[in-house]
């Protein structure tokens, strides 16, 4: 079954305290990304990659960082969580840039909560 | 950037037709998409209009002018698992990445 995966689903914190999500997706896509999702905000771009070895900023990277050492994993890592980076977070994949690759495929989603 | 405007909230009567709008402004406009959230799930895909006119999938259609940076999801006979956030999102292709950017999403409810 294609699909994209996250672990933990659910987890609470402390600041400072550094944590990894891991997403996992099983389409060989080449794309993947991390958002967040906070009230009243929407879907917001944490970081992308294009490819292995290949990642970049999106709208909101700081305090957050990512690898692409395999194709299939972009774990998001937070080195030290503050409270404002308490959200629902999640991870997406997609093919590339033609043809009917353009379609997101997004993980069950994280749930983050720094205290 | 990017700025995508859609309603906040919307309600519907179960078996009507609602219409959810989104007003976009891009540089660089390469398609626009069209997702579903139920709360507390991640967003899955509906539609994906890049040409002008009426794209239809079922009991969806979604509609897009690129003149007037707008388009449409249409959602025939409401049914009360189509209570949810639809999302619209655009695809743009300026600085060489195809960066996608997502509306803050419009909560539709469907009432009997």
């Known amino acids: 079954e294609a699909q994209v995966t996250q672990n933990p689903r659910y987890l609470i914190t402390v600041t400072g305290k550094k944590l990894t999500v891991t997403c996992s997706q099983n389409m060989n896509h080449e794309y993947m990304s991390w958002y967040r999702q906070d009230p009243g905000l929407g879907l917001r771009q944490i970081y992308y990659?294009?490819?292995?070895?290949?990642?970049d900023k999106g709208d909101v990277p700081e305090g957050y960082k990512v690898s692409r050492k395999e194709k299939r994993n972009f774990p998001l890592i937070l080195e030290s969580p503050s409270p404002n980076q308490t959200s629902l977070y999640f991870c997406?994949?997609?093919?590339?840039?033609?043809?009917?690759?353009?379609?997101?495929?997004f993980g069950p989603g994280t749930r983050l909560t720094v205290t | 950037g990017q700025n995508i405007d859609q309603p906040t909230e919307m309600t519907a009567t179960e078996g009507a037709i609602v219409q959810i709008n989104c007003t976009y402004q891009?540089?660089?406009?390469?398609?626009l998409f069209w997702y579903q959230q139920h709360a507390g799930e991640a967003p899955t895909f509906l539609s994906y209009n890049v040409l002008d006119g009426l794209e239809e999938k079922g009991r969806f259609s979604s509609f897009l002018s690129r003149s007037k940076g707008y388009s449409y999801l249409l959602l025939k006979e409401l049914q009360m698992k189509d209570s949810a956030s639809y999302l619209c999102?655009?695809?743009?292709?300026?600085?060489?990445?195809?960066?996608?950017?997502f509306g803050t999403g419009t909560k539709l409810q469907v009432i009997p």
């Open positions: 891009t540089s660089g406009f390469n398609g």
């Open positions: 999102a655009v695809r743009d292709r300026a600085g060489g990445y195809q960066k996608v950017t």
């Open positions: 997406a994949s997609w093919g590339g840039l033609a043809g009917t690759s353009y379609e997101q495929y």
């Open positions: 990659s294009m490819n292995v070895e290949v990642t």
